[in-house]
């Protein structure tokens, strides 16, 4: 082995191996064996094997490493095992610490050629401590904290209407349901608000008409699900004697009484002290335990790395130095933006957190939106946000909870006191503004799970609530209509589709063809906002027309006609198959002079086969194209556009049935000859 001297030849550089692991991000797999093989002629591949025995069997010749110096100048390798796939490995970190003072500027060892961090990460590092009354007090610090000295989070100073009822958790043996203007609470009395999973397979405690008085008598403890359970144990640990709980708090068989407390969520989670989250449970009857150790974040490994001697040196010499050794799992923002912290990341920065499995249902996105303060209670570990820390058990608070732009990684646009118009669309044109902010929730909120489909408008109602009191100018009660926004319908008419359904079953009829709830899937807005001023929107909204259900049915439900103006284009569907067996449905304007218009649809609705799906389509109704000048030659690049069916018997009536962006035009158009070309096609028509 000949060791790098400061002066000497860097011979790690012309390691194939390493070379590989160190260079471009995440590029061609190593087989660890090389690395081994490598390790007897290359410093750098023998320090990796050195520190790669510590967490995996390094004599596995199955096993392979990708890797690459990232951003704060760490090696982050994954170490891919027989069984592993990349989306699925394990990842690690791996940096060396040095005695001095400040260094401004990552660098490399010059004798190892390993990375030296400008800030290293594993002093941030605290053990999560044993037992749940200490691990609750921590919250409790947190909590006491928020109320006591966050000048943001206490900046609200609006007066929330206390929920109807609300439970005593103060008796050691039950619970009981109290009414809250009977029993003279006064407005600001301080509880917590649960968010939770009820599960698939029932086992909720739930109050009904028929056994109401018995609830307001009392409920003994044991007669609860775990969850609840388990969330009266921890706000028994920080202080608090009111819990409010949807199953019991709100009677479930009265529509009367849910469809009153349904829009007051803005009120019940904004105007809580706190939310607790049991973001570990699929199920109520799950409970919401502290995490054990074995699902908890594996401490950082800090070793004494001893240089063995050079070779050509006399037998028995010392080892020739040390480095200070640091490994441990990665952390990526996109898994630290997730509640509960530790969400056992793989190397792939998989975004899905597979421990806190509340952050894929639809009803619980509302309530971490709205609340001011909320404590999760993962499998992982305990974590809190707020609108101004970031907190989990095992991290002490630090830099690294922050994002490269400087937002808190764990509330980042998921909290409305978090949500600033202003910073985020400075340079922006305000209508713009404000759309994108609504399509900006939605297409997070349209991946959420539901149990009943028909809940898909619903679930947002606290957030539409949220929105009309922070802007009432512009977010207006009367405006708001199948999860939409009348003055913004013209960009919210701009969504595609992927993934798999929301619900077991998709009711498509439940909302208007034009609308995202429709769709059933998750939904994607295409956001001209950041396309630059340069952006042209060809639909004009004239009309919307509201029929709600003659039952009234559940908010957001019911049909809706939109009123356009805009370029109409007749169509033809056009079948393209590939080699490997895959078609493909492309819609062709009739009109030659429109082809470069012509592009593959993303259909709405899953089950429709490709030979099939489209077949009524007759036209496309173009919404919006970018970049567009009227004095200037400009190639479009994008252009977003309806594919419609004819409603049968109903002349101009069309449904949607998905929508196609159109890939870069080949050549130039002159903005007025491009309005040329399209104005033989501009229509009134109507979409339902």
Not at 340 to 367: C, M, S, Y
Not at 402 to 425: A, E, P, Q
Not at 642 to 665: N, S
Request: negative net charge.
């Amino acid at each position: 082995m000949l060791f790098q001297t400061a002066t000497g030849p860097k011979h790690w550089e012309r390691c194939l191996q390493c070379k590989e692991l160190f260079g471009d991000v995440y590029d061609e797999r190593v087989p660890l064996s090389a690395v081994v093989l490598s390790a007897g002629r290359c410093a750098r591949c023998w320090a990796l094997c050195e520190v790669l025995s510590r967490v995996t069997d390094i004599n596995d010749a199955n096993t392979t490493l990708v890797g690459s110096i990232w951003h704060d100048n760490t090696l982050e390798i994954g170490v891919i095992g027989p069984g592993d796939t990349f989306e699925t490995a394990a990842g690690y970190k791996i940096y060396l610490v040095t005695d001095e003072a400040e260094i401004k500027h990552g660098r490399s060892d010059p004798t190892l050629g390993m990375p030296i961090p400008a800030k290293p990460t594993h002093d941030k590092f605290r053990p999560i401590r044993g037992s749940p009354e200490e691990r609750f007090a921590l919250a409790k610090t947190w909590l006491s904290e928020c109320v006591a000295s966050h000048e943001t989070c206490n900046a609200d100073v609006a007066e929330y209407v206390l929920p109807r009822r609300l439970l005593d958790i103060s008796d050691s043996e039950s619970i009981r349901l109290v009414l809250t203007e009977k029993n003279n609470l006064p407005q600001g009395t301080p509880y917590v608000a649960l968010s939770y999973c009820w599960g698939r397979d029932g086992g909720n405690l739930c109050t009904y008409t028929t056994n109401l008085n018995q609830h307001t008598t009392g409920i003994p403890i044991t007669c609860l699900p775990q969850t609840i359970k388990d969330a009266i144990l921890a706000c028994k640990h920080l202080g608090q004697r009111y819990l409010w709980v949807d199953a019991i708090c709100i009677i479930q068989d009265d529509p009367d009484d849910k469809n009153s407390q349904i829009p007051q969520m803005a009120d019940i989670y904004s105007g809580a002290l706190l939310a607790v989250s049991a973001s570990g449970s699929s199920s109520v009857l799950e409970g919401c335990p502290l995490g054990p150790p074995e699902m908890q974040p594996v401490p950082p490994r800090i070793f004494d790395l001893a240089y063995p001697p050079d070779p050509s040196s006399p037998l028995g010499d010392e080892p020739v130095g040390t480095a200070q050794v640091v490994i441990e799992r990665m952390e990526h923002e996109r898994c630290r933006s997730l509640p509960g912290h530790w969400a056992q990341e793989t190397f792939d920065q998989d975004p899905k957190d597979l421990l806190n499995v509340i952050e894929e249902r639809g009803w619980t996105f509302q309530e971490r939106f709205l609340a001011k303060r909320t404590l999760y209670i993962g499998k992982g570990e305990i974590s809190w946000t707020c609108a101004s820390e970031v907190q989990c058990e095992c991290r002490n608070p630090g830099p690294q909870t922050k994002t490269r732009d400087g937002d808190r990684v764990f509330t980042r646009r998921y909290n409305i006191s978090h949500v600033s118009v202003n910073k985020l669309f400075a340079n922006a044109g305000m209508d713009k503004t404000y759309s994108y902010l609504w399509t900006d929730i939605v297409n997070t909120y349209s991946a959420r799970l539901l149990t009943q489909f028909g809940d898909r408008v619903a679930a947002l109602e606290g957030i539409s609530v949220a929105l009309q009191r922070k802007w009432p100018h512009i977010y207006k009660k009367e405006d708001y209509a199948f999860g939409c926004w009348r003055p913004f319908l013209a960009d919210f008419l701009v969504w595609e589709v992927s993934g798999e359904p929301v619900s077991a079953q998709v009711d498509k009829d439940l909302f208007p063809s034009w609308a995202w709830p429709s769709c059933g899937r998750p939904v994607s807005f295409t956001s001209w906002v950041w396309y630059g001023v340069d952006s042209k929107t060809w639909a004009q909204v004239l009309d919307l027309e509201v029929e709600r259900p003659e039952d009234g049915g559940a908010f957001g439900q019911g049909k809706g006609t939109i009123t356009l103006r805009a370029p109409l284009i007749p169509a033809r569907r056009v079948i393209i198959k590939y080699d490997d067996g895959i078609e493909e449905v492309v819609f062709t304007p009739e009109d030659s002079r429109l082809s470069f218009m012509a592009g593959a649809a993303s259909l709405d609705h899953l089950g429709d086969s490709p030979s099939t799906a489209g077949d009524a389509v007759t036209h496309l109704a173009l919404l919006a194209s970018y970049p567009f000048k009227l004095l200037k030659r400009t190639r479009p690049l994008s252009c977003a556009l309806l594919c419609v069916a004819p409603i049968p018997g109903r002349d101009k009536e069309f449904r949607r049935v998905g929508m196609t962006t159109t890939p870069r035009a080949d050549h130039a158009f002159w903005g007025f000859h491009l309005q040329q070309l399209l104005s033989p096609h501009i229509a009134k028509f109507k979409l339902i």
